[in-house]
């Protein structure tokens, strides 16, 4: 499985980004779709996840940031509006899902996409 994250950029404060990730290759489903960040220097943090249309966020990013998924093309999202610079680092999408492993089994799975990296001027 392969996770595909596109969409990030620099942008200034008050704009807006949207993020998509495309998962890949032998899943057959996806439990959790979510978005973790990690600024310089600092930890890699949650920010927003979607579990079965239910969704959670971040204090910090509640009423700015809106987590979306489209099941049938494997692909989540996450519009970003009012950006802050605080916003400001690599943007990881996550996957906790079933692949298809051959022989008509399957497992479980946690998948990581590359990063974007979103940047906000002040």
């Known amino acids: 499985v392969q996770l595909q994250a596109s969409g990030g950029g620099l942008v200034q404060a008050g704009g807006s980004l949207r993020l998509s990730c495309v998962a890949s290759?032998?899943?057959?489903?996806?439990?959790?779709m979510a978005w973790y960040r990690q600024a310089l220097g600092k930890q890699r943090e949650s920010v927003a996840r979607?579990?079965?249309?239910?969704?959670n966020y971040a204090d910090s990013v509640k009423g700015r940031f809106t987590i979306s998924r489209d099941n049938a093309k494997n692909t989540g999202y996450l519009e970003m509006n009012n950006l802050k610079p605080e916003d400001t680092g690599v943007y990881y999408c996550?996957?906790?899902?079933?692949?298809?492993?051959?022989?008509?089994?399957?497992?479980?799975?946690?998948?990581w996409g590359q990063g974007t990296q979103v940047t906000v001027s002040s």
């Open positions: 290759g032998s899943i057959l489903s996806i439990n959790t």
């Open positions: 996550n996957v906790l899902g079933w692949e298809d492993v051959g022989n008509n089994r399957q497992t479980n799975g946690n998948w």
């Open positions: 979607i579990t079965r249309g239910v969704t």
